[in-house]
């Protein structure tokens, strides 16, 4: 009997502990749930002097920001050394690639005009320069319609050959600014990189169709141009046919001394080889003399025109013109 006497007592006095929730969702600080709330003193000191605050450091209620000047923070663009064994600089007003004479005829403010042209940017050449109209950047991350007006000049030796990019005027949405330093970098080295890139792309691809069709034949034959002249009319492009006869124009005994592919022009020097080598072609020796004389190769439809004039630029007589032609015709075929 008192053992369950015992266990009644026990199971009620649990049952009286856990049915209050109150502990689960106070915490147990005995001053809570009173009506005094506790004072604190001040610590003493104990004799120590405690540094004051110091009103140089207080932080305002109101702040009032600044901004200061916009910054650009796009990477900046710098001239490349696109072309081989060249050297590409800024400097601090222009963009410049300096290359070997060589590669003059290929990398030219000539190529760079036809380029512009391709492009519908409108532009005037006067004593080697060529300034530009007005013309978009080409950037997507300008602010506003940033125009600019570019100069292009070619500057070079015996030795070496250089291309530079200046910036004329600038204008944005319509207002006339001058540009930073940065700016002049930034658009200076577009410019000139894109075009030295397009040409330099041009002359990689026209090498690899030289090497691919330098032993393909031709066919050909005489007729007059438009300025009634004795011509070849050659059935091939104008870059296969150029190193074409590059090849063949030696048989005949004709050395180039100077050549722009750009203006179509050779300067040749002609040695007379013995008249058995112009047998072999099926063509009598022509009279010539021992000379310079003047190639030209031009455009005309599908077709590329060859005249070859003496060193003023006159026609060749009828006779010399047929003979060096029908010669070219068999050596072009083979």
């Not at 049952?15 to 106070?26: G, L």
Request: some cysteine; glycine content about 6%.
């Amino acid at each position: 009997m008192k053992k369950w006497l015992l266990t009644l007592a026990a199971i009620t006095t649990l049952s009286a502990c856990s049915t209050d929730n109150t502990d689960k969702q106070q915490a147990n600080d005995s001053f809570v749930k009173g009506k005094e709330i506790p004072n604190f003193s001040t610590l003493s000191s104990g004799g120590v002097n405690l540094p004051q605050q110091d009103p140089r450091f207080v932080i305002p209620s109101k702040v009032s920001a600044k901004t200061g000047q916009a910054i650009d923070i796009r990477p900046p663009s710098k001239p490349l050394a696109i072309i081989n064994n060249s050297v590409a600089q800024f400097d601090g007003e222009r963009a410049s690639i300096v290359y070997s004479a060589d590669k003059q005829a290929i990398y030219n403010t000539e190529q760079i005009s036809r380029l512009l042209t391709e492009k519908g940017i409108q532009h005037t050449v006067n004593q080697g320069k060529i300034q530009t109209d007005w013309a978009s950047t080409g950037r997507a991350d300008d602010v506003g319609d940033v125009q600019l007006r570019y100069q292009f000049e070619q500057l070079g030796n015996r030795e070496a050959s250089a291309l530079t990019v200046s910036i004329l005027q600038a204008k944005r949405d319509n207002v006339v600014f001058t540009p930073s330093v940065a700016d002049k970098q930034r658009y200076t080295s577009d410019r000139l990189n894109q075009l030295i890139g397009e040409l330099n792309q041009a002359y990689q691809k026209q090498q690899r169709d030289l090497a691919n069709h330098s032993l393909s034949s031709m066919t050909s034959a005489i007729a007059s141009d438009r300025n009634g002249r004795t011509a070849l009319l050659i059935d091939a492009p104008f870059t296969q046919t150029w190193h074409k006869l590059a090849q063949v124009l030696p048989t005949l005994g004709f050395k180039t001394d100077e050549e722009n592919i750009g203006r179509g022009y050779r300067l040749l020097e002609y040695k007379a080889l013995d008249a058995k080598e112009w047998q072999r072609l099926g063509v009598t020796q022509p009279e010539l003399k021992n000379d310079d004389y003047q190639m030209q190769l031009a455009v005309s439809g599908k077709q590329t025109a060859l005249v070859i004039s003496d060193e003023d630029g006159q026609p060749l007589n009828t006779e010399q013109a047929q003979a060096i032609y029908q010669a070219l015709q068999a050596l072009l075929a083979n």
